[in-house]
């Protein structure tokens, strides 16, 4: 489905082309490299006490987070491992949602769902499964249809 690994941050993120063309095309040693300790990587805040932050999912990040330096390609030991330097501000921000999200987690721990996590009622019928953030979706033709107008 995706022709370029350009499709899913476009389709992700709110970034211009000019931004997306810069972080995909620019490898991430030379971004490691000319990264600036005191920059947020996100929102460019500018100055000391700065956090770095590793996250590892084994996942491709960059769809949602392009600004991610993928540190396989780092002279780094850290591999499968993907780098942000982020303010404080960022961080909480990050840490409401991780909070939100380990809410909305825990509050479907008595729904019957697959291995996957998805609603066993999700499964049946004719689906087609489309992978979105790495998952496989099931959807009705017509959900499908819509979920295509939307891209
Ligand atoms: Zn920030």
């Given amino acids: 489905m995706d022709s370029s690994p350009k499709d899913p941050i476009k389709r992700n993120t709110n970034l211009s082309d000019e931004e997306i063309d ?6 991430d040693q030379e971004r ?49 491992t993907y780098y942000l330097r982020i303010c404080k501000h960022c ?17 479907r721990r008595d729904e019957v769902k697959n291995h996957d996590g998805q609603l066993l009622e999700n499964r049946t019928g004719n689906k087609i499964y489309v992978r979105i953030n790495g998952e496989s979706v099931p959807m009705t033709k017509e959900q499908y249809e819509k979920f295509q107008e939307e891209e």
């Fill in 91 to 107: 961080r909480a921000e990050l840490f409401q949602k991780l909070s939100e999200w380990r809410k909305e987690a825990i509050s």
């Fill in 22 to 27: 810069y972080l995909v095309d620019t490898p």
């Fill in 32 to 80: 490691h490299d000319v990264q600036d300790d005191n920059l947020c990587m996100l929102c460019h805040a500018y100055g000391a006490d700065k956090r770095s932050l590793n996250i590892k999912a084994f996942y491709r990040l960059t769809e949602f987070i392009p600004e991610l330096i993928d540190l396989k390609n780092v002279d780094s030991t850290d591999k499968d």
